[in-house]
């Protein structure tokens, strides 16, 4: 019994040597890899020019023939981050044979309750580039993709609307305009209800208006993004704060979905001379 006790463990020990000498290899893929470079249809973007790194988009692919659903999908919410040169997803995914519709998105967000009315809230403060940034919805679709070793081009547009706040001065305003500006904009919807499948949007009908910091561009000029919709009764719509003093007027405007909109205000000593021309330009986001 000792002798074949021996026996049994050398043949054990040949055994085990043999297989750790084998070298263990990974199926190979055939299908390509999923990957996107994205661009922009209309100088997009959070910067208006490109995208910045560590960017995150979120993608849906559906195959096509089928509706885009919360669930289910081919791909649900996908996030991939851009490195700098190349968008990069947490784990590697692979093309099957067929047609697929691809969806796209920015700002990312964990948490998407419907495809059909995903709500998206802007930012009060924009004065940062980090709010700025963050309310600057855009978004991309492309139909009947096939398996390519070649990424996917996706061409984003703008969903929000663009308020620039030009400040000029009055004839009888003596001096420079105060350095130390502060822009708003009032009683505009912050919250928009989006079809993520056709990008259509509008405002949320249920929620209230709110006030936006703006961000500033230079001594004479601020920017903000706000969500489309018709300010259709004149109300208080862009404050200026100047030197200590606060200038309020009132307009009626449409924001429209990819554009921006020109208001200048010309300011005056007097806060109730101050006067502002509103869609002195309407046009393309830039």
């Not at 609307?161 to 000029?168: D, G, H």
């Amino acid at each position: 019994m000792k002798l074949y006790h021996n026996l049994l463990l050398m043949g054990v020990i040949t055994i085990m040597s043999a297989c750790s000498s084998e070298k263990i290899t990974e199926p190979e893929i055939s299908q390509p890899e999923i990957a996107f470079v994205c661009s922009y249809a209309d100088d997009t973007r959070a910067t208006d020019t490109k995208f910045e790194n560590k960017d995150n988009i979120g993608v849906y692919i559906v195959e096509d023939g089928l509706n885009l659903q919360l669930g289910g999908n081919v791909l649900n919410n996908e996030l991939f981050t851009y490195d700098g040169s190349a968008w990069k997803a947490a784990r590697k995914m692979y093309w099957n044979e067929g047609k697929y519709n691809v969806y796209a998105y920015y700002p990312y967000s964990k948490e998407v309750n419907d495809t059909q009315d995903f709500s998206f809230a802007i930012q009060a403060d924009q004065s940062s580039h980090e709010g700025y940034t963050a309310s600057d919805f855009i978004w991309a679709a492309k139909s009947e993709v096939t398996a390519s070793a070649n990424p996917v081009s996706l061409q984003f547009s703008h969903k929000m609307s663009k308020a620039i706040v030009r400040i000029e001065k009055s004839a009888e305003y003596e001096g420079d305009l105060p350095s130390d500006c502060e822009v708003y904009i009032h009683n505009t919807v912050g919250v928009a209800s989006i079809d993520l499948a056709t990008g259509g949007i509008s405002k949320d009908p249920y929620a209230g208006t709110m006030l936006i910091k703006a961000q500033k561009l230079s001594a004479t000029e601020y920017q903000a993004i706000v969500v489309p919709q018709n300010i259709e009764s004149r109300r208080p719509l862009v404050e200026v704060i100047a030197g200590g003093v606060s200038y309020l007027m009132e307009g009626k405007i449409s924001f429209k979905q990819g554009y921006k909109s020109t208001l200048i205000v010309t300011l005056s000593k007097n806060p109730s001379q101050t006067k502002i021309e509103i869609g002195g330009s309407i046009g393309g986001w830039d």
